[in-house]
T-cell receptor
Framework: SQQGEEDPQALSIQEGENATMNCSYK?????LQWYRQNSGRGLVHLIL?????REKHSGRLRVTLDTSKKSSSLLITASRAADTASYFC???????????FGKGTTLSVSS | GAVVSQHPSRVICKSGTSVKIECRSL??????MFWYRQFPKQSLMLMAT?????????EQGVEKDKFLINHASLTLSTLTVTSAHPEDSSFYIC???????????????FGQGTRLTVV
């Protein structure tokens, strides 16, 4: 069963703009992870945030987690055409258990 | 991060035949492997969880007799799609847990995926 719901489903922006994607989930989690997937390819792990963390940064990525609202957001700053991809959040109920993926956000960055 | 190799990356087979997909952890022992399926423009759906040396646990709605999973060693799990039909055409992705950090590592490492087309 799917845990997360991403919002928006699709996002189109210009290079240099920021992109924000949101993810909501239903049950308690140990951690939440964000992945990128280029068309027809495998997954690239972007960032992991644990349930006791509220914010995490990695390069141009900023992830927040609000466990009271069961939601997370992924912010990509100064987007590039190469950021064009689908982005998925995935949650693990406990450390090491299967990741359950959200429906994803398709991001299109035009130059 | 740890490396998970999935093979083949693409396969085309005829209806009624079986296809085997391999998932290998190259530099760590994977005590648990997960298999996902992804239809076009959709998300990844967990199919089953396999622990080395024991039977796989299948998600609701996944036919265990159709999708045979074997996890006979700590570095190899296989998914066999039996009597494949065109509706089985999909992208299949494995992930492995174990990791250099020790048992119970949190990050899941994914294979590159296998695009199966049944004609």
């Amino acid at each position: 069963s799917q845990q997360g719901e991403e919002d928006p489903q699709a996002l189109s922006i210009q290079e240099g703009e920021n992109a924000t994607m949101n993810c909501s989930y239903k049950t308690s989690i140990n951690n939440l992870q964000w992945y990128r997937q280029n068309s027809g390819r495998g997954l690239v792990h972007l960032i992991l945030i644990r349930s006791n963390e509220r914010e995490k940064h990695s390069g141009r990525l900023r992830v927040t987690l609000d466990t009271s609202k069961k939601s997370s957001s992924l912010l990509i700053t100064a987007s590039r055409a190469a950021d064009t991809a689908s982005y998925f959040c995935a949650t693990a109920a406990q450390a090491g258990t299967a990741l359950i993926f959200g429906k994803g956000t398709t991001l299109s960055v035009s130059s | 991060g740890a490396v998970v190799s999935q093979h083949p990356s693409r396969v085309i087979c005829k209806s009624g035949t079986s296809v085997k997909i391999e998932c290998r952890s190259l530099d760590f022992q994977a005590t648990t492997m997960f298999w996902y399926r992804q239809f076009p423009k959709q998300s990844l759906m967990l199919m089953a969880t396999s622990n080395e040396g024991s039977k796989a646990t299948y998600e609701q709605g996944v036919e265990k007799d159709k999708f045979l999973i074997n996890h006979a060693s700590l570095t190899l799990s296989t998914l066999t799609v039996t009597s494949a039909h065109p509706e089985d055409s999909s992208f299949y992705i494995c992930s492995a847990r174990g990791g250099r950090q020790g048992a119970g590592g949190t990050e899941a490492f994914f294979g590159q995926g296998t695009r199966l087309t049944v004609v």
